[in-house]
């Protein structure tokens, strides 16, 4: 019997890149979850908690390091298994002196292989 897939909340505000990232992430098997923003991922986190997140950065209402704030608040345990999407290199810096993995972009496909590798390392025993 089979385990069930994986599943990653994904949230940005831009549909063509949420879009994307959920193509990839169900072509590499895993259940994909979307929100729109920060206010919205911890809505969806309260109905079902995620194997793992991947976050933009600047979105509207509650933006990438407003919502990493709440999950470091309510959610720690969550915190390990975040990477976030950043344009701009100074999040991408800030991020990753935190030790929280993040995609520069523009990412390509191995890029979000490998940091989902990092996210659920060994969640799941084979």
């Not at 793992?52 to 298994?81: K, N, Q, T, W």
């Not at 191995?110 to 590798?117: A, C, G, K, T, Y």
């Amino acid at each position: 019997m089979s385990q069930p897939p994986f599943t990653v909340l994904v949230v940005d505000d831009e549909p063509e890149v949420a879009t994307l990232l959920t193509d990839i992430l169900e072509l590499a098997g895993y259940a994909v979850q979307t929100a729109g923003n920060g206010a919205e991922a911890l809505e969806a986190i309260a109905r079902h908690t995620p194997d793992a997140i991947i976050s933009d950065v600047m979105m509207p209402v509650l933006d990438g390091y407003g919502f990493y704030r709440e999950l470091e608040a309510h959610r720690p345990e969550l915190c390990r298994r975040i990477a976030f999407v950043a344009a701009r290199a100074d999040a991408v810096e800030q991020f990753r002196r935190l030790g929280v993995p993040v995609l520069a972009k523009p990412f390509r496909v191995p890029d979000i292989q490998e940091v989902m590798r990092r996210l659920l390392g060994q969640e799941r025993e084979s």
